[in-house]
């Protein structure tokens, strides 16, 4: 019977601090100096500035932002609003746009290929959602082979922090990137 307890115990603090640290597995914040800085579509308001900012940095010598070709806001197609976007920058030369058609990281993977491979250089620094770091640099290295890859994640207070279950919209988000990283390692990566 003490035993039972003792194991029942054991098993309960190993799962408070699994628990505890399963936000923190998701984050991948590793920039390296790269040849290209390619930003994830998603987040306009977090990626993209993130990704100037570590352009100005000296990360990289290009930035490819992906952009839905066939997404709109409005009467306004995603990739005219990047367009517009990438215009009023004063890095406006150093960045390029890249049209996606997929909607999940992998099939993303698949159409920013075509785009870096127009960039040329060995390495890639992926800027994406501070939450969505470690299955997107998995997904590229797997998907994308060739390249040396690092990743910045770009954060946002409202979405996700390691202390996910200090928020209810922390919490949304830890379980729905969980069950996209499962599928991946267990399902996606395979076909």
Not at 136 to 150: D, I, K
Request: glycine share 6%; net charge positive.
């Amino acid at each position: 019977m003490v035993w039972a307890l003792l194991v029942w115990a054991l098993l309960g603090g190993l799962s408070v601090w699994l628990g505890a640290k399963a936000g923190s597995f998701l984050l991948v914040d590793a920039p390296q100096r790269s040849d290209v800085i390619l930003v994830l579509a998603g987040e306009t308001d977090r990626r993209p500035e993130h990704a100037l900012q570590l352009l100005a940095q000296g990360y990289g010598r290009r930035m490819v932002l992906d952009v839905p070709k066939n997404s709109t806001i409005y009467e306004f197609t995603q990739l005219q609003l990047a367009q517009k976007y990438v215009q009023d920058l004063p890095q406006a030369a150093s960045v390029s746009l890249c049209p996606i058609d997929g909607l999940s990281t992998k099939d993303e993977s698949k159409d920013a290929e075509k785009c870096l491979a127009r960039e040329g250089g060995k390495s890639v620094l992926i800027v994406t959602s501070d939450f969505h770091t470690r299955r997107a640099l998995s997904v590229f290295r797997r998907e994308v082979p060739g390249h040396e890859y690092s990743v910045a994640a770009a954060r946002d207070e409202a979405q996700f922090g390691v202390r996910w279950w200090t928020r209810r919209q922390w919490a949304k988000t830890l379980v729905d990137e969980w069950l996209r990283l499962i599928w991946w390692k267990a399902v996606d990566q395979w076909r």
